[in-house]
Structures are given as structure tokens and as C-alpha cells.
């Protein structure tokens, strides 16, 4: 079956910097999703950032951005220029790219991200 | 703004009970998904409808339901009610294009409290 794991449970970083958040992942397949959600207090969960496992080249969206190493079944986030906005919890997701299963997502415990002004 | 309403925001009920959570995803989107987020654990998938056909079973308890309807509505029974279901619960939709099945967009999700 397939895991996510995230190895920090929380984060913190100073305004401006950058931070850089873990998760592994176990799977058996090859052609697959991975994902990070943002989880701001308001309990919303919001689409950061997608990786299709094909693509060998890392996805990017504005101040975010992966390094997704596939042999090793890792896939980290970084926060480039962190904004006090950016302060809350992140999961990892992995989706099997599978006929129905698209969108059955499998998430990490989560990293909770303080922004230190 | 998702765009995903799921009513109500809070719910309180006692062990026992039946409730009814509600979803209107996003306009167009043929897939609706309900999701758990509780302490012990975490997020996990309960289920998905497709057009009104049920695609896919995650961690769904016997005790629970789901059912979408022709306007692609989606409400989420949870009957017999223990307190272990007090938990966060999200409906998410997601586009109907191949290549953007997979991207889920999250309703802010309903407060489930056990007493």
C-alpha cells in the first residue's frame, strides 16, 4: 500500500527566508501525482502545488517550488521569500494516476510552518 | 473561494444520532469526494461520486453513506453516531478534463461533534 510520510512535525522560519519542508513517499507504481496542500487556520485545504511523476522537470508556482527525486521517493517543498501568509499547515498527497483512482488522495501526517516576523 | 459549499459549517449532535452532511461542488465538475480530518487519523478518503455513480471506496465505515444526485449535489449520511466520528469533513470536486481530474478543490469543510 501506498504512504506518505512527513519527518517534521513542525517548522518555523523568519519572514523573508526560505524554508524548505520533507516528505517521502512509498509506492510500487510509476506513474502517479504527488501534491502539497496549505491548510491556513480557516481549515481550508488549498492546491499549492502539483508534480506529475513523468516529469522529470520540477514543478514551480511563484515563491514554491519541489525537488522531486523520483528514484528516491522524495519530494520536498520549498518557500522562497516566506510571507507571514504562508504560516500554516502543509500536507503531502500522493494520488495513484490510475482510472478512477484519480483524486483518491493519500496524505501525509502534515508540517505545521510558523512565519516569525 | 473554492467554489465547493458544504453546509452546515458546525454540527453537534449525541451518540446515536443520524446526520446529514451536504455538497454542491463547483459548476461543471462531475466528480464530488468526501474526506475525514480527524486527530487520531489525520486525512484520509472516504469516497468518490462520478456523475452520479459511485467511482471509488476509501476508510468508509459501514455506519456511512453517500449518494449524488442529477444535479450533482452530494450529501454524506453518518448514522449511529459514536463519538470517535467527531471529526473535520471535507467535500471536494474536481474538473472533468483528463489532465486536471486529479486536482481537488476543497469546500472549507463540516465541524462534526460527537457529545
Known amino acids: 500500500a501506498q504512504t506518505v510520510t512527513q519527518s517534521q512535525p513542525e517548522m518555523s522560519v523568519q519572514e523573508a527566508e526560505t524554508v524548505t519542508l520533507s516528505c517521502t513517499y512509498d509506492?510500487?507504481?510509476?506513474?502517479?501525482?504527488l501534491f502539497w496542500y496549505k491548510q491556513p487556520p480557516s481549515r481550508q485545504m488549498i492546491l499549492v502545488i502539483r508534480?506529475?511523476?513523468?516529469?522529470?522537470q520540477n514543478a514551480t508556482e511563484n515563491r514554491f517550488s519541489v525537488n522531486f527525486q523520483k528514484a528516491a521517493k522524495s519530494f520536498s517543498l520549498k518557500i522562497s521569500d516566506s510571507q507571514l501568509g504562508d504560516a500554516a499547515m502543509y500536507f503531502c498527497?500522493?494520488?495513484?494516476?490510475?482510472?478512477?483512482?484519480?483524486?483518491?488522495?493519500?496524505f501525509g501526517k502534515g508540517t505545521k510552518l510558523s512565519v516569525k516576523p | 473561494d473554492s467554489g465547493v459549499t458544504q453546509t452546515p459549517k458546525h454540527l453537534i449532535t449525541a451518540t446515536g444520532q443520524r446526520v446529514t452532511l451536504r455538497c454542491s461542488p463547483r459548476s461543471g465538475d462531475l466528480s464530488v469526494y468526501w474526506y475525514q480530518q480527524s486527530l487520531d487519523q489525520g486525512l484520509q478518503f472516504l469516497i468518490q461520486y462520478y456523475n452520479g455513480e459511485e467511482r471509488a471506496k476509501g476508510n468508509i465505515l459501514e455506519r456511512f453513506s453517500a449518494q449524488q444526485f442529477p444535479d450533482l449535489h452530494s450529501e454524506l449520511n453518518l448514522s449511529s453516531l459514536e463519538l470517535g466520528d467527531s471529526a473535520l469533513y471535507f467535500c471536494a470536486s474536481s474538473p472533468s478534463l483528463v489532465d486536471d481530474r486529479e486536482k481537488l478543490f476543497f469546500g472549507s469543510g463540516t465541524q462534526l461533534s460527537v457529545l
Open positions: 508534480q506529475e511523476a513523468y516529469k522529470q
Open positions: 498527497a500522493y494520488d495513484m494516476n490510475y482510472g478512477g483512482s484519480q483524486g483518491n488522495l493519500i
Open positions: 509506492t510500487s507504481e510509476s506513474d502517479y501525482y
